[in-house]
């Protein structure tokens, strides 16, 4: 059997632990089984640009960051610089006689996932997401790390704050869902965590960030990329005009700054960016990540095409790729880590 | 509302993070709640040693290791030093007018949190077990920071391995639950992981190693301190033997380095020992403690007594402290885990 | 004996442990010394906001970062709002007895702290930069811990770089001084390192990049935020107008984006920021600190006023004050680490 | 030029850093220069194992623990199972065209080289050892990634104490030079540090203990291995005997368990044992591998051989291999870091 393996959209921990892990599954199977891996996601299918995946060499990959293969974020076969391309892309695995695909992407990829096995391409996805956004699926390999990433920049970051007795604000990841801000700034004691799912008041903000500097010195807060105010139209002119040079967080500490400073409180922004998915996967991820990929091997062998592989109730289950497809997975309202927060950030 | 707070058992990663979420949960909720600390677990509440847990002290021990009410291993009122102390540890808490107790323990302390419960004691119960192996808990607080030691061990030991072309051999925790084996073996990319639930056969062992060493150059074993042999009396005395000196890591060292050593392959053992239990919990345990926390002040608050929160299908819930009594979750046969393992370490 | 410690300027990892050390060590050589520190700098000796440090209280201070005692960028006594404050300053060592001082700080500190002892009062420095860049001082604590900041930041980028075939730029601390970008960027495997002691030429640098992507798939920068350009005018303020919006590392990558992107290499970058000062010390900073806290002690008890304790050739000296004050250790022409860089970044 | 690399002896972080660096700089300087490593130590000059070392290859290798050359611990041409085989190492090197050697290695692979040197072979070392007890060489690569994980176990370790009263012995390598318990005791906040250039007494040391768990609920203790008791025969041997079975950690943990116990303080130990030399380096010693690397590099093209390369004064300089050959460099007395020790173990 010949089985292709691609990586697509933005790196994040645990991409080579997976490949890794379809890799020795398919092969242990099956000694018989040839795994290719396809270049730089979708376009690597095109462009015809595929390398032999061996189990001797893939087995050192659990814990490097990023993925081998390659990938790219923006590569749709399906609009292919203004024209379709998908022709090209079903050629490719004609000509190497490759009889399934396991594409491991998140929403995008998956989505063109999708199109193909409509197509009658037999696919098995594996979602990727340092976000943690992707439908019908509990958690994904790369945010266990991209939480601790963000909990550590809080660490140290605190200290700085405590002995200037400072606001210090550090901007996360997180355009649309704020796992990543929730559970970091959770898991690195930040007084206020803000989300995209819940427009934040300006004033309370502020009135309790100085009650914060006043019991403990100093106060941290842990803000989402695509947080958003609720304060009505003023306000987040005046803010989105600053966003619109430096993100949310730089904005917010400019109009922190102003309302604090008349106390004596400096407030300071920090943006991660890049850090939070480069590295190498926590532990955890590297579990998580071997799971998904013998799971996914296990799904293909077992013909379950048009799946994705999602993790529900710490089970690895599937799900049909049209049903994951489009959809984002945010914070819904009540959350237990909502609740977390509300009690933490009082 | 007067809530006293208690720690039994051996200390993990957590358990402060759990006393503080508790603290602050309850605190908010009712200002005037006063949450007492109780030393070293139950035998602070028969030795009456008791001190104030407020909201403003505790804010600081997200990340700290341990537990700053003291915890200890043996101390149960109702078999206290050979009679029934349990009358004193009610008067303590009728003293100082205790409404309702946290006990954060493991399977004893749970157990002993059961009876006084079944005498009257209003009593909310947090798991803490870092074996990962209360019943109905899918995931306990600890765990995960073990986990990280342990694949944090192996990776270093990898390079040693690798240098001299040796076997190393990691012994862990887990005398009857191969938990911390199993996901530290997936973690750290051993290449053997031997567990209490599976009986190891020697000779196959022996073999897959041999073949590892000369396809990668060198081996990793990780073997939880309940493993056992399958292979039948004689060598279970021979590797007894040498098991009651230093533990079955340095048993089945001596053993494949008798065996590895004819084909120049040295073999050598490493005792992780207390490292594991010690230090910051990750930033996944303080996130977890903090559910844990959270979810208890709620369940009293509720009046929920006689339970004890637990983490199923991601959300926390409340189990009957009798439910969970006495019992121990090892890893299932069929279990998800042991699939990946039977893949990498084929 | 009374003696008063106070930090000044920014905060760095280790200050803790020099205080903890200064404590100690003035405490065991006479246990009726008392040692009081004074609070954010040279702030608490004008507003007379001093606390007492204890031998008990500071133990458990060695591996926390930032200060204790709080600290101040820009409080000088003889420059206080407009006027000279040295008298209420010196009035507050009058009124608590305070027969010497301790004073950990950087070049501003040391230079308020000469200005005080040719007044006659009896002083001890400690050198304090985070940029390792104080006169007749090999290396400074607190230096570690921001090199090992910046290589962990690089090691990341790395997997991201890797994945996508980019050029990332990582901005680090060093305005006029290089050392972090230095050793950082040899830490961390950057294959250009910017500093501000070695203009660069942007032409040169774009076609080295060019060369290490076409070899390994990415490149990386590290570049000192006092970086600048050697080609001239004319590219100094096509870089300079962006460099006012968000600094150099912006400033370039955007020039060095719109040079890559036409062969297809996106550049993209990285502003480490406050990450660098933050957090725990490495364990040799917590060494050095120890050191230089010992040392400063024992400099105190010999009456080597004046003085302030500087790491030459692996021991610890005392130079005057007057020596250190208002000079910068730049990295000089023809060091080893620059031919190291030159080395690896060839 | 054709030159070979080998490295000799115990395995450490940095020695791949080393690889890398000498490789680079020699192919920089001369692009026509032949790299050829030799596999295992002189093992593979016997046996003639050689592999090419190129630039593209070797530049990853600079975050890599341990050595991609692979090491041996007992292989000496000049006794080789009983007989001399040295003329088949000189046969390889003629056999290849090796003009010149570059020796990483200890006292043991630099002794060797020291003799080939004599006897005409060109040949520059290069100190390795985890110890830092190689004769006139500051600090040597590998000694700081040690004291970090030193530095980490202690504070792991303490977490544990405290929360159970305890008194955790933590045993690391030493065995006559006590530099890696010196300073990771230090950077740990150990209590007592036990060297084996101070031999211990053990009535004071359980008295100090004693005190300290008094003071702070928990103590620790950092013992090298060949930490020895300075109270005469009889303890010794009883110490001693228990010795042979577990090491000096495990017989003075049962000493003070027995002496402790009587006031209900527990003792417990711990051996790191391999976890001290496997893994990443350092950034520090990421650094410093570099500059030997180029300093080595240096050395062979400007023909200084019969020389090894060292820190000195934080200058790479060469001395003479046989100034190297055959001494150890232990704790001196009156070193300032034993004043450091004497201070917070007071």
């Known amino acids: 059997m010949k089985v292709g393996v691609l990586t697509g959209g933005g790196d994040c921990p645990g991409l080579n632990a997976v490949i890794r892990a379809v890799t020795l599954a398919l092969c242990q199977a099956d000694a018989r089984t040839e795994v290719l891996g396809i270049q730089r996601g979708f376009w690597g299918l095109v462009e015809d640009r595929l390398q032999p995946l061996r ?16 990938t790219h974020n923006r590569a749709d076969p399906f609009d292919w610089q203004g024209r379709d391309a998908s022709a090209e892309a079903l050629a490719t695995v004609e000509r190497h006689g490759i009889e399934a695909l396991v594409v491991i992407g998140g929403d995008g990829s ?30 994904s390999f790369g945010f266990d790390s991209a939480v601790a990433v963000v909990a550590d920049a809080l660490t140290r970051l605190k200290t700085t704050a405590h002995s200037h007795g400072r606001v210090m604000v550090l901007e996360t990841m997180g355009r649309n869902a704020g796992w990543i801000a929730l559970e970091g700034g959770l898991a690195g004691g930040a007084d206020a965590i803000l989300l995209p799912e819940q427009p934040f008041h300006l004033d309370a903000l502020t009135e309790r960030l100085q009650r914060r500097v006043a019991e403990q010195g100093h106060a941290l807060v842990c803000v989402a990329e695509g947080a958003t105010l609720a304060d009505g139209a003023q306000h987040w002119q005046q803010l989105g005009g600053v966003a619109r040079l430096g993100g949310i967080g730089q904005a917010l500490t400019h109009e922190l700054d102003q309302r604090l400073g008349k106390q004596g409180t400096e407030v300071r922004a920090t943006l991660l960016g890049h850090l939070q998915r480069g590295g190498a996967p926590t532990a955890f991820d590297r579990v998580l990540s071997t799971r998904f990929g013998v799971a996914a091997a296990q799904a293909l062998r077992e013909r379950a095409f048009g799946h994705t592989i999602a993790l529900q109730g710490d089970r690895c289950v599937r799900v049909p790729l049209s049903a994951v497809a489009g959809r984002q997975r945010c ?16």
């Open 55 to 70: 189990p001797t060499a893939v087995r050192d990959l659990l814990d490097e960051g990023g993925t081998v293969l390659g």
């Open 110 to 139: 998956l989505t063109i996932a999708d199109r193909f096995a409509r197509l009658g391409l037999p696919i098995v996805g594996v979602p990727k997401t340092i976000d943690n956004d992707i439908a019908d699926n509990e958690r």
């Open 331 to 346: 914070v819904p309202p009540g959350h237990e880590l909502l609740d977390c927060a509300a009690v933490v950030c009082a």
